[in-house]
């Protein structure tokens, strides 16, 4: 078994900020490395080169490692890389993911969430709520319930709002589609639900 060597100060705190935001662009990534790098100790001289040397401590660890998925959320919007931490056990995803955050309603609710945006690849906030009516027995979701759990999927990264204006996330009017954190963790689950396989976002790893 390989052994495990303490990281330095500079990237414990880069690991620890990734995991606290759920998910990383490359340029705040860039900016917390430039931020950080004098915490290093010399190891590394970019984020490649970090997040690689960061994944050979996590990965032998805790099955867990930093990766990059490189997709455009908006319409008309260029692709950007998006950084977030992720189990190596794709078995285990969703349920680590979900299962100790929701309840079996909402987990329910949320496959339910999930299929639509596959089908639609954008809905207002509306239309996702309105979700809770498929709903079959013994499940249930109350209106507040499930405008609840959109908001939850939405402040953890799970689901974006494309708007312009972030503040419109909280309006039913705003557009919502899987955002980069779902489409890195939760690929399987999308494909199993209906996502052609071919048409998910480019992936990279960070290995040494």
């Given at each position: 078994m390989a052994s495990?060597?303490?990281?330095?100060?500079?990237?414990?705190?880069?690991?620890?900020?990734?995991m606290a935001s759920h998910v990383m662009t490359e340029t705040k990534a860039k900016?917390?490395?430039?931020?950080?790098?004098?915490?290093?100790?010399?190891?590394?001289?970019?984020?490649?080169?970090?997040?690689s040397q960061i994944n050979a401590q996590l990965s032998t660890a805790?099955?867990?490692?930093?990766?990059?998925?490189r997709m455009a959320v908006g319409a008309h919007k260029k692709p950007k890389k998006y950084h977030t931490v992720i189990n190596q056990n794709a078995d285990d995803v969703s349920k680590d993911a979900f299962g100790f955050h929701y309840n079996k309603h909402e987990l329910a609710f949320i496959k339910l969430v999930m299929?639509?945006?596959?089908?639609?690849?954008?809905?207002?906030k509306k239309d996702l709520v309105n979700?809770?009516?498929?709903?079959?027995?013994?499940?249930?979701?109350?209106?507040?319930?499930?405008?609840?759990?959109?908001?939850?999927?939405?402040?953890?990264?799970?689901?974006?709002?494309?708007?312009?204006?972030?503040?419109?996330?909280?309006?039913?009017?705003?557009?919502?589609?899987?955002?980069?954190?779902?489409?890195?963790?939760?690929?399987?689950?999308?494909?199993d639900i209906g996502y052609p396989r071919e048409e998910l976002p480019q992936f990279f790893f960070h290995r040494v």
């Open positions: 495990v060597h303490r990281l330095p100060y500079g990237q414990q705190l880069m690991l620890q900020r990734l900016a917390l490395y430039e931020e950080l790098k004098d915490d290093m100790e010399g190891t590394c001289s970019n984020v490649e080169e970090c997040f805790f099955g867990l490692e930093i990766a990059t998925v299929q639509q945006l596959v089908e639609s690849r954008g809905s207002q979700c809770r009516g498929e709903l079959k027995e013994p499940y249930s979701l109350t209106l507040a319930g499930a405008e609840h759990c959109v908001e939850t999927l939405l402040e953890d990264k799970w689901l974006v709002a494309t708007d312009a204006d972030t503040n419109r996330r909280r309006s039913m009017q705003g557009t919502i589609q899987i955002a980069p954190r779902s489409f890195v963790e939760l690929s399987h689950m999308l494909v």
